[in-house]
């Protein structure tokens, strides 16, 4: 609050330009103290705010909440209905009145990843902020395989449980890895040379699998019965 215009200016400026540098479809979490009170009963603040508000907004608040408005952001501490020592988190040390000042931002779209955001109470720290706490679900979408390009089959590893095939394997595997160079410099390259030589001897020294065995495996199994 004691910081001239033009430098709250300059960290709005920062903070833009590192939220745009972040990929849309990507999520993010936004969580600090901004000395921002931004609780205003203004209907052109609906979707930045929830109703479950406190006190009222100041210039840093106008401020962040033009940055959250330009991004679609979510202040989470509005969201839940609590007690009000559950949302805010700042005493002034004259006025003996309690703010929010210290926030959770996500993106609109990510409110339902929020299960709550509040402050904890009877935490002591060498701060006079309370601590903010806040809940996601978090739900991370497995890597899609490029299309057109096939999962590896299944290898017959029954076999390395005989001797004679797992000496066999370790064999051939020891000699193409004796003649095989891997650049140090690129570990995602060498990764993958490893990896489908590994595949390539397993291969050929075990086989593929095959569902006979289980389908046998399940015959024995229903005559027993």
């Known amino acids: 609050m004691t910081n001239p215009e033009k430098v709250k200016a300059k960290f709005y400026e920062d903070l833009h330009s590192v939220i745009s ?11 600090g103290n901004f000395n921002a009170r931004v609780s205003i009963d203004s209907s052109a603040w609906d979707g930045v705010l929830a109703k479950h508000r406190v006190d009222h907004c100041n210039s840093n ?8 408005a330009e991004h679609e952001l979510l202040i989470t501490n509005t969201v839940f209905r609590l007690p009000t020592r559950n949302r805010t988190s700042w005493m002034h040390p004259r006025s003996k ?3 929010i000042i210290d926030y959770v931002i996500v993106r609109k779209r990510d409110r339902q990843d929020v299960r709550v955001t509040k402050s904890m109470c ?36 029954t076999k390395l449980k005989y001797g004679k095939s797992k000496q066999s394997f370790k064999d051939a595997l020891g000699d193409r890895l004796e003649s095989t160079s891997l650049d140090s410099q690129n ?31 399940t015959a024995k199994t229903l005559s027993s019965c």
Request: proline content about 4%; hydrophobic content about 40%.
């Open 61 to 68: 608040g106008l401020l962040l909440l033009q940055t959250c």
């Open 97 to 99: 009145h309690w703010h």
């Open 21 to 31: 540098d972040v990929p849309r479809t990507d999520k993010i979490t936004i969580l």
């Open 122 to 157: 009877g935490a002591e720290f060498w701060t006079d902020h309370r601590l903010i706490m806040t809940k996601l679900n978090i739900r991370i979408q497995p890597n899609r395989r490029p299309q057109g390009k096939k999962a590896p089959k299944r290898l017959n590893i």
């Open 187 to 217: 570990v995602e390259a060498d990764w993958a040379a490893l990896r489908e030589l590994v595949y390539d001897t397993a291969t050929e020294i075990l086989g593929l699998s095959t569902r006979k065995i289980g389908l046998m495996r």
